[in-house]
T-cell receptor, first 116, second 112 residues
Framework: EAQVTQNPRYLITVTGKKLTVTCSQN?????MSWYRQDPGLGLRQIYY?????VTDKGDVPEGYKVSRKEKRNFPLILESPSPNQTSLYFC??????WGAGANVLTFGAGSRLTVL | GQQLNQSPQSMFIQEGEDVSMNCTSS?????WLWYKQDPGEGPVLLIA?????ELTSNGRLTAQFGITRKDSFLNISASIPSDVGIYFC????????????FGKGTKLSVKP
């Protein structure tokens, strides 16, 4: 089944303890992206990647790192989590079809992170 | 950066009623996408619009790409309880090919 898989789905951690949220897709998509969702703020983009070894900042990149060493994986790293990073995180992926307009994202099921 | 403004923020309607929501931008978009997020799930694409003036339907859902290319509309006819969720509009900022930004969403509640 074509899907985007995120882990963990739920995590409670403490301030300053490094954590990684993994994201993997089995659709051979070039484009991958991370969003955070907070009440009243909708989906805000953290980082995105147009292909392997190519990453760019979104609207809210502070406090996050990403890497894209392989096409299928796009982990989100919080080096020193803080309470304001408590949120619901979504990974998404798509093909990049040049000249055809914006591409259709497939989203993961979400990872709910609480930082105490 | 560019922003998409969605309205209304939330709606409480009776089952069977029609629903209208819209999304506007201060700049031109060449694509509009509408997503729905069910409670506890990730967003799922409902309708994609690629041409100004385009009107596209998906069952009881109809979406339109505004002529000015700065807005889009989503209508749901004869709402049912499973229409509950958050509806997001999305589009590529600055005409970028791969990247997408999202509106803040319209939260729909349906009373049986």
């Amino acid at each position: 089944e074509a899907q985007v898989t995120q882990n963990p789905r739920y995590l409670i951690t403490v301030t300053g303890k490094k954590l990684t949220v993994t994201c993997s897709q089995n659709m051979n998509h070039e484009y991958m992206s991370w969003y955070r969702q907070d009440p009243g703020l909708g989906l805000r983009q953290i980082y995105y990647s147009m292909n392997v070894e190519v990453t760019d900042k979104g609207d809210v990149p502070e406090g996050y790192k990403v890497s894209r060493k392989e096409k299928r994986n796009f982990p989100l790293i919080l080096e020193s989590p803080s309470p304001n990073q408590t949120s619901l995180y979504f990974c998404a992926s798509s093909f990049v079809v040049w000249g055809a307009g914006a591409n259709v994202l497939t989203f993961g099921a979400g990872s709910r992170l609480t930082v105490l | 950066g560019q922003q998409l403004n969605q309205s209304p923020q939330s709606m409480f309607i009776q089952e069977g009623e029609d629903v209208s929501m819209n999304c506007t931008s201060s700049s031109i978009f060449n694509t509009w996408l509408w997503y729905k997020q069910d409670p506890g799930e990730g967003p799922v694409l409902l309708i994609a619009l690629y041409k100004a003036g385009e009107l596209t339907s998906n069952g009881r859902l109809t979406a339109q790409f505004g002529i000015t290319r700065k807005d889009s509309f989503l209508n749901i006819s004869a709402s049912i309880p499973s229409d509950v969720g958050i509806y997001f509009c999305a589009g590529p900022p600055g005409g970028s090919q791969g990247n997408l930004i999202f509106g803040k969403g319209t939260k729909l509640s349906v009373k049986p």
